[in-house]
């Protein structure tokens, strides 16, 4: 199967991609194993979550017999290994680094030790509980954990070429068939998590099994055909006395298993599993032109970008199962916004890329990816956002039990640890995500500097993108093809006066979908400038909690204040205008384009030291300079308040 062959050069990318190799693979290695001297955070204030270690790959050595014990962790605590792995095995195919292979061969061992002669394969319940296996479906995450390990198989098999792990998969997907399906005897319903949907799609993609597609499908149709599935499950393990908890009625919507999925028009529930759900919808549909599937998941998707989404490409709205909530329900300070909900976003905008061309696919996916993503890792590689907020005053994260989970500092790691493997996965695999094809034309979706070649109509084209953002825009586009191809090059929201040359004459385009189509014969060279204005952003009237303020942005970034270089109470402050783009370079930020603008601050006068209330007076203001930085920098430099939206005078 033709894949991309692409080599990122970006300085801003790179940045990112080698400390994924350099410190993050290492350091979560060496977390996965227990050998960090490191604070386990809780992700918020819960005394369910496990922290005193990591524990992953002990459990897998219990399972495989080389020790003994009890599992520890969540009960999905073999994605992070798995996620771990696919990492790795992204870092490796573009290193081809002995040592990380030596590391990588080591768990597939572990892996191919582990897995019982059935195909089994799930640490906890083969440890500690042997007798509930897919018995308790609607939290078990047996299947989520399988299809992390199949898109870990599929990354180690592209990299190394070794079938040792697709061959683990394969037998485990027999296990899953054997047990689920619509025959008599067989289990009728889908894992709480999603995620083995979309991973049974990769798999058919490098093994072309059919089987795999139609057991993805399969678990998609069964979905919220009995909603009262889960508690059935717990009602028959109560019966035959294995299981200790009583039966009680699960939250079918947190779960999106309250109606079948082709009836359902809105994001709702756990916002990750939302995401993951809809790109495998998605995708399913593409391979199997299933149109219910594709219009429902085009439902979800309008629901979601316009009216659940925030500016930074964030989503899920509440610390309370980690959901979505209700149509322009945006709190800045209270959201939950989880960085594998942005990943996952990502998932499902590539996913409908492949179904219809629409511009707006790779608009949502840059916003979540420059944003929201790469919020969640911190400029050193060690230190993590489970939580991706818009506002933040760090003595209420403290001591406000209703934002314990919005942190003002990175953590090292999480109790609940999949946000940092799934970023250093994604970071490490970018280049699936520049381009797409669709009704015989190539599409440019990402600007980021890279050479290579990309699969287009069973060929193969060379390209190269050579990318600026900082003064004018510019972008150096080199396209050869076999043939004769049609291109088509995205508009950016954040982009103006679109021009583009050809050995300095200009060449006609039309705009359709979003997309300046421009006809490739053979070779190309495009220069393509654009202005990169600042742009200043309002919400919806009816997102309660930004009327009156505006957010900035300038190219894909979305900027933000913070107390580092604007001091506290910026609640205080409005602005005014004068904004303007400034290139700076910070010790630790390192080189960015920051915003400075003229506001103000609101003076509190000597009446406010002994009153909490008083009698209306015209409020005072002083004029302040202001400093905007992008988002996905902040907390990098100290612990303080930060502030996405503005109030804007």
């Known amino acids: 199967m033709l894949g991309s062959k692409i080599e990122i050069k970006d300085e801003f990318w790179k940045r990112y991609i080698d400390l994924i190799m350099t410190e993050m693979i290492p350091f979560q290695w060496n977390v996965l194993n227990d050998l960090e001297d490191i604070k386990i955070d809780k992700e918020r204030d819960d005394a369910n979550i496990p922290s005193e270690k990591s524990h992953a790959i002990e459990n897998f050595k219990i399972a495989a017999g080389r020790t003994e014990g009890h599992h520890y962790g969540w009960l999905f605590q073999d994605s992070d290994v798995y996620k771990w792995l696919e990492s790795a095995a992204n870092v490796y195919k573009i290193t081809k680094d002995d040592k990380l292979n030596d590391m990588m061969n080591e768990v597939v061992e572990l892996i191919e030790e582990a897995q019982e002669d059935d195909g089994y394969l799930s640490t906890f319940y083969q440890i500690d509980a042997p007798e509930l296996k897919f018995r308790k479906l609607y939290e078990s995450h047996e299947l989520y954990c399988a299809g992390h390990l199949m898109e870990a198989a599929v990354a180690h098999y592209q990299a190394t070429g070794d079938e040792r792990l697709i061959n683990v998969v394969k037998k485990f997907v027999e296990c899953i068939q054997n047990h689920f399906g619509s025959e008599k005897g067989k289990i009728k319903g889908a894992d709480g998590h999603q995620e083995i949907e979309l991973a049974l799609v990769k798999l058919y993609e490098v093994t072309k099994d059919e089987s795999y597609l139609k057991l993805s499908e399969w678990f998609l149709e069964i979905r919220g055909q009995d909603p009262d599935f889960y508690k059935k499950q717990l009602e028959e393990n109560d019966d035959l006395g294995i299981d200790d908890k009583k039966p009680f009625q699960v939250n079918t919507v947190y779960h999106q298993a309250h109606k079948p999925v082709i009836e359902q028009t809105e994001a709702v529930g756990h916002a990750v599993r939302l995401v993951y759900m809809a790109a495998a919808m998605a995708d399913v549909a593409y391979y199997t032109k299933n149109d219910k599937l594709f219009k429902a998941s085009k439902r979800i998707w309008k629901n979601i970008v316009k009216k659940r989404l925030y500016i930074t490409g964030g989503v899920g709205s509440t610390v309370h199962g980690e959901a979505f909530t209700f149509d322009y329900d945006l709190p800045n300070d209270t959201m939950y916004c989880e960085t594998c909900a942005a990943i996952g976003l990502m998932f499902f905008a590539k996913a409908m890329m492949k179904n219809e061309v629409d511009a707006e696919y790779a608009h949502v996916m840059e916003r979540a990816l420059y944003n929201s993503v790469i919020s969640g890792m911190a400029l050193d590689g060690k230190h993590f956002f489970y939580v991706n907020p818009l506002e933040v005053n ?256």
């Not at 760090?394 to 640890?417: I, L, M, N, Y």
């Not at 797409?436 to 070649?453: C, I, P, Q, R």
């Not at 209306?616 to 203001?621: F, I």
């Open 394 to 649: 760090s003595e209420s994260s403290q001591k406000d039990p209703g934002k314990s989970h919005v942190k003002s500092t990175r953590p090292s790691w999480f109790g609940c640890a999949c946000c940092p493997p799934n970023i250093a996965r994604t970071l490490t695999s970018l280049e699936k995500y520049l381009y797409s094809e669709k009704d015989d034309a190539l599409y440019v979706n990402l600007f980021m500097d890279h050479s290579g070649t990309v699969p287009f109509n069973n060929q193969e084209v060379e390209v190269e993108q050579k990318v600026s953002f900082d003064d004018e825009g510019s972008l150096v586009l080199k396209v050869e093809a076999p043939n004769t191809l049609t291109l088509g090059i995205r508009v950016p929201t954040w982009a103006e006066n679109l021009s583009i040359k050809q050995t300095g004459s200009d060449v006609d385009y039309e705009v359709v979908d979003g997309y300046a189509m421009v006809l490739v014969e053979e070779t190309l060279t495009l220069k393509i400038t654009f202005d990169v204005p600042v742009i200043m952003h309002q919400a919806h009237p009816r997102v309660r909690d930004d009327l009156g303020k505006v957010a900035l942005q300038r190219g894909p970034f979305v900027y933000c204040m913070e107390e580092t270089d604007n001091e506290s109470d910026l609640h205080l402050m409005r602005l005014k205008d004068h904004i303007r783009a400034e290139k700076v370079s910070d010790s630790v930020l390192g080189s960015h384009v920051a915003l400075k603008a003229l506001g103000e601050k609101r003076v509190i006068d000597e009446e406010w030291n002994n009153a909490l209330y008083r009698n209306y007076k015209e409020p005072v203001y002083e004029e302040k300079d202001l400093t905007f930085i992008p988002y996905h920098l902040w907390a990098n430099r100290s612990v303080g308040e930060m502030m996405v939206w503005v109030v804007k005078k």
